[in-house]
């Protein structure tokens, strides 16, 4: 759901490399992006722009039908409640790595958009930015009460969090990012509720999370075999096909066909590892640059920094920082 918008970004800045947007042009043309390719994108606009505000900005250009199924079959429910449900269950069909929830705390409605894997801040950014001005663009009522929740800390260019949110009241140091608004509200009615195509399009967005689950079950099978293997110390293709039961050949073909790679899987259970022991133990970086499969700890420490913006040491420190 970033690209289109980021493509659109991407077309008002001819200041940055051809390079760069020809690789998110490449990529808007794919059926399914994983998600820590997405993550890893926002992170480079970061770098090429030096704005660590480029999350929110890159949101201010979603349009209607960016989100596809999931905004229809949203859009369509009878209520708020249904809505945020839908878009509860459904999110995975556009990320992965989603983990949305609704909760009801006591007169308030927690809704949590938090994430299986590590997202940088620009993602998280860009996450709640757009779906705010997406629901924006079908239903212009604020809530008065309208709070949005940043797990972070405030950052010194909080005025572009109040362009996006110019109604809402900014909670950083949060529980989790998402929103929080009156309990009441949400059994209100949607103002686009249409109750003969929701049916339609939830059956449809049923369909699609089968089809998904079904591919998931291969990249969740290689996924594991991957963080085996790195706890063994021995991690190759070819070992990983052989104890599914196909050949390379068949797995790479197995595994482009759902968007992703061995080698992005491969990456994406590095840094879930890498970040494990720099949050829960007390490993060096050289140890942990052992431990999720590098040879040499100055590979590790680059290709992390490309992974999450900081070195490793700079964010345990930083972790550190927000604990105290």
Aim: hydrophobic share 45%; proline share 4%.
């Amino acid at each position: 759901m970033l690209l289109r918008p980021l493509a659109r970004y991407l077309n008002t800045r001819p200041d940055l490399p051809d390079v760069f947007a020809a690789q998110v042009a490449r990529a808007c043309d794919r059926d399914r992006i994983p998600v820590a390719e997405l993550t890893s994108l926002t992170q480079r606009a970061a770098e090429l722009t030096g704005d660590p505000a480029i999350g929110l900005r890159i949101a201010l250009f979603i349009s209607l039908g960016d989100f596809e199924v999931l905004e229809w079959v949203a859009t369509s429910a009878a209520t708020w409640h249904e809505a945020n449900q839908v878009v509860c269950r459904y999110i995975r069909i556009l990320n992965e790595a989603a983990d949305y929830r609704q909760i009801l705390c006591d007169d308030k409605s927690h809704l949590m958009l938090g994430s299986t894997i590590h997202m940088p801040a620009p993602a998280i950014d860009f996450e709640l930015a757009a779906y705010h001005l997406a629901i924006r663009l079908r239903a212009s009522e604020i809530p008065t009460e309208l709070e949005v929740w940043f797990e972070g800390r405030e950052p010194s260019y909080v005025e572009a969090y109040r362009m996006v949110f110019p109604q809402a009241k900014l909670v950083f140091n949060a529980a989790f990012n998402g929103f929080v608004t009156d309990a009441w509200r949400l059994e209100t009615r949607f103002p686009t509720a249409n109750e003969s195509l929701h049916r339609v399009l939830r059956a449809h967005a049923d369909h699609l999370l089968t089809l998904l689950a079904n591919g998931e079950n291969l990249i969740q099978r290689v996924s594991a075999d991957i963080l085996h293997a790195l706890r063994e110390g021995t991690v190759a293709a070819e070992q990983t096909a052989a104890r599914l039961g196909m050949t390379r050949r068949t797995l790479t073909r197995r595994l482009a066909r759902e968007g992703t790679s061995y080698s992005d899987l491969l990456k994406q259970a590095r840094y879930q590892t890498a970040l494990h022991y720099l949050r829960h133990t007390r490993h060096t970086v050289e140890d942990i640059a052992f431990l999720v499969g590098f040879s040499e700890c100055g590979p590790f420490v680059r290709a992390f920094k490309r992974w999450n913006g900081q070195s490793p040491a700079d964010y345990r420190r930083s972790r550190a920082r927000d604990r105290g």
